[in-house]
Nanobody, 113 residues
């Protein structure tokens, strides 16, 4: 299973990043997709999820700042992250919900001044 996240980087507080993840069509078209993160001080947690019908949910810590979306033409799931905070620093992964055993390398997001 190939679920590789990309788009991370170093930003200052208040900045923005857009993460992307392409999935095999067989998975993308049938599964709820989700973004997860694992920070230096907390275990891996789900950040946002989006169903095949486009319905989405976000954890309270990112509501109003992060937006998950699906690009059906590219079989990709994206995470637009605005107004980033230092506590958003983490390795971000995409996976299905519930997750498969394959987590990939993730993409590192560092929010620091």
């Amino acid at each position: 299973v190939q679920l590789q996240a990309s788009g991370g980087g170093l930003v200052t507080p208040g900045g923005s990043l857009r993460l992307s993840c392409e999935a095999p069509e067989s998975i993308f078209s049938t599964k709820t997709m989700a973004w997860y993160r694992q920070g230096p001080k907390y275990p891996r947690q789900m950040v946002a999820a989006i169903a095949t019908n486009g319905g989405s949910s976000h954890i309270d810590a990112v509501k109003g700042r992060f937006t998950i979306s699906r690009d059906n033409a590219k079989n990709s799931v994206n995470l637009q992250m605005n107004n980033l905070k230092p506590e958003d620093t983490a390795v971000y992964y995409c996976n299905t919900l519930p997750p498969t055993d394959y987590w990939g390398q993730g993409t590192l997001v560092t929010v620091s001044s």
